[in-house]
T-cell receptor, first 115, second 109 residues
Framework: DGGITQSPKYLFRKEGQNVTLSCEQN?????MYWYRQDPGQGLRLIYY???????QKGDIAEGYSVSREKKESFPLTVTSAQKNPTAFYLC??????????????FGPGTRLTVL | RKEVEQDPGPFNVPEGATVAFNCTYS??????FFWYRQDCRKEPKLLMS???SGNEDGRFTAQLNRASQYISLLIRDSKLSDSATYLC??????????FGAGTRLFVKA
């Protein structure tokens, strides 16, 4: 089955620690995204990547870092510089068709809690 | 002004009711439009793409008004299973996709 997997589903972190969230897709999509969702709010873009070895900051990139060494993988590191990291993190991927954005497919998400 | 604004909700409706959600967007150059459904503590999933001519999928109808820059979603004959948060999503081109905050729907027996 094609899809996006994220791990872990739940993650607890102590203040001052860096943590890495995994995102893998086997949909052969070029573009991948990381979003953050807080209660009662829409999704906010952290980083996105259009192709391997290239990525761009989104609206709230401060305190986060990413890498895109393989087409299938787009891990997100939440660093200690992120002031309020407790949130629901969603990874997504999609294709562009005729220059337009196609739907984004989402992974099941990682719920990060800072203790 | 937010780039994508939705009815704040929540909407509480009985089974069988018809309910309509509205969404407005600020960027007139927006190109692609979608409605997603998100269940509690789950990831969003595509409900419908929205086309200029309007489109229907069973009990769901989506419409786009480019002149007024709004999108609507109509759900007829509501089911208990329709209870969820509905997200209005707009793409302005260049990998810039904006998600609305969502409208929560509760369908009650």
């Amino acid at each position: 089955d094609g899809g996006i997997t994220q791990s872990p589903k739940y993650l607890f972190r102590k203040e001052g620690q860096n943590v890495t969230l995994s995102c893998e897709q086997n949909l052969n999509h070029d573009a991948m995204y990381w979003y953050r969702q807080d209660p009662g709010q829409g999704l906010r873009l952290i980083y996105y990547s259009q192709i391997v070895n290239d990525f761009q900051k989104g609206d709230i990139a401060e305190g986060y870092s990413v890498s895109r060494e393989k087409k299938e993988s787009f891990p997100l590191t939440v660093t200690s510089a992120q002031k309020n990291p407790t949130a629901f993190y969603l990874c997504a991927s999609n294709v562009r068709y005729r220059g337009l954005e196609d739907e984004q497919f989402f992974g099941p998400g990682t719920r990060l809690t800072v203790l | 002004r937010k780039e994508v604004e939705q009815d704040p909700g929540p909407f509480n409706v009985p089974e069988g009711a018809t309910v309509a959600f509205n969404c407005t967007y600020s960027n007139s150059a927006s190109q692609s439009f979608f409605w997603y459904r998100q269940d509690c503590r789950k990831e969003p999933k595509l409900l419908m793409s929205v086309y200029s001519s309007g489109n229907e999928d069973g009990r769901f109808t989506a419409q786009l008004n480019r002149a007024s820059q709004y999108i609507s979603l109509l759900i007829r004959d509501s089911k208990l299973s329709d209870s969820a948060t509905y997200l209005c999503v707009v793409n302005t081109g260049g990998f810039k996709t904006i998600f609305g905050a969502g409208t929560r729907l509760f369908v009650k027996a």
